[in-house]
């Protein structure tokens, strides 16, 4: 199938190039968690941005209802447009055309023990009048989301990604490893991280030391990690037995999931302001939550470990 043809868009050769990694990486990344998940299978539906066809569009599969995943999706979106008054005022654009291409992922499993995990990869370009590229960047990352902390699942989603990231750049792990802690943060309850971060990086521009290629071989291999920084943790914990009061902790946590996805995620504000697929942008939500008046666990307790966690940061390697 013609990634190109399906969202209409006219590519030059390094958005060719983009698009079809992205969708190569949608399709490795459905079939390992088909794999781990031994049930459910995943759903596709392509959808486009306008009625005419203009503006691009995507490609949004779901998972549901499986032994291990209770609820997530790997989206891929090809889409560009015009820099509107609203996208310069919310999103401190410049231009006047612009393009988006990535592949965004959440999942939500059933097991309390199994995190919950986010990942999302994307190349944008900004566009003069004459349709020259007057700026262009890359961003993506992957972060955990442990209901219950398990310190050597932890050190092995780190490590994963800082062995990529200092094959090119010892540099970049503590920097984004730092971005993550950062950014994944519910600034409206005391600065309470969402779970214990990853990788996180924005509007990286090639330059003459690190150039377009550069980015797009990073972006490929931490892609590409993906799968060895969480399918391990699956394995050894989705047949661990829980209680309702687990169960109770994993959606009293995907709360705060929420609130951090509609409140001060940029991905879901950049999708909704745009004219995105409304579907497509709130997949990421779990399918039940729990909003308890002043929930606090007791000391000492694996609830409040996690908790301590999501306080203070840890460097796990």
Not at 134 to 146: A, H, I, M, V, Y
Not at 246 to 259: D, L, M
Request: overall charge neutral; aromatic content about 14%; hydrophobic content about 30%.
């Amino acid at each position: 199938m013609d990634t190109r043809s399906i969202y209409k868009t006219q590519t030059k050769e390094f958005r060719s190039q983009w698009i079809a990694f992205i969708s190569d990486l949608q399709n490795q990344i459905c079939m390992a968690l088909e794999d781990a998940d031994g049930k459910a299978k995943f759903i596709e539906e392509e959808w486009q941005r306008n009625p005419d066809g203009k503006g691009g569009g995507g490609r949004t599969r779901v998972i549901a209802n499986g032994k291990v995943f209770e609820k997530g999706g790997v989206n891929t979106s090809v889409v560009y447009g015009k820099v509107t008054a609203k996208m310069r005022r919310g999103l401190q654009l410049e231009g006047a055309k612009w393009f988006a291409c990535g592949l965004s992922l959440v999942l939500h499993p059933f097991n309390p023990f199994v995190p919950t995990v986010h990942s999302n990869y994307r190349y944008f370009e900004l566009y003069d009048r004459d349709d020259n590229v007057c700026d262009r960047w890359f961003g993506g990352g992957t972060d955990l989301t442990p209901y219950y902390l398990f310190d050597e699942d932890a050190i092995l989603f780190h490590r994963t990604y800082q062995n990529t990231c200092d094959k090119f750049d010892e540099k970049f792990y503590p920097l984004f490893k730092k971005n993550a802690d950062d950014y994944f943060v519910n600034v409206h309850r005391s600065n309470e991280r969402r779970g214990i971060g990853g990788i996180f990086f924005d509007r990286r521009k090639p330059d003459e030391k690190q150039d377009l290629d550069f980015w797009f071989n990073f972006c490929k291999a931490c892609g590409h990690a993906f799968v060895d920084s969480y399918l391990p943790i699956v394995e050894k914990r989705k047949n661990t037995s829980f209680s309702d009061e687990n169960k109770r902790w994993q959606e009293i946590r995907r709360g705060r999931y929420v609130e951090f996805n509609l409140i001060h995620d940029k991905g879901t504000l950049f999708g909704l302001k745009t004219n995105g697929r409304t579907e497509s942008i709130l997949m990421s939500l779990p399918p039940t939550v729990r909003f308890e008046y002043n929930d606090k666990p007791k000391a000492g307790t694996e609830e409040n470990k996690l908790l301590q966690v999501c306080l203070e940061p840890k460097d796990w390697t």
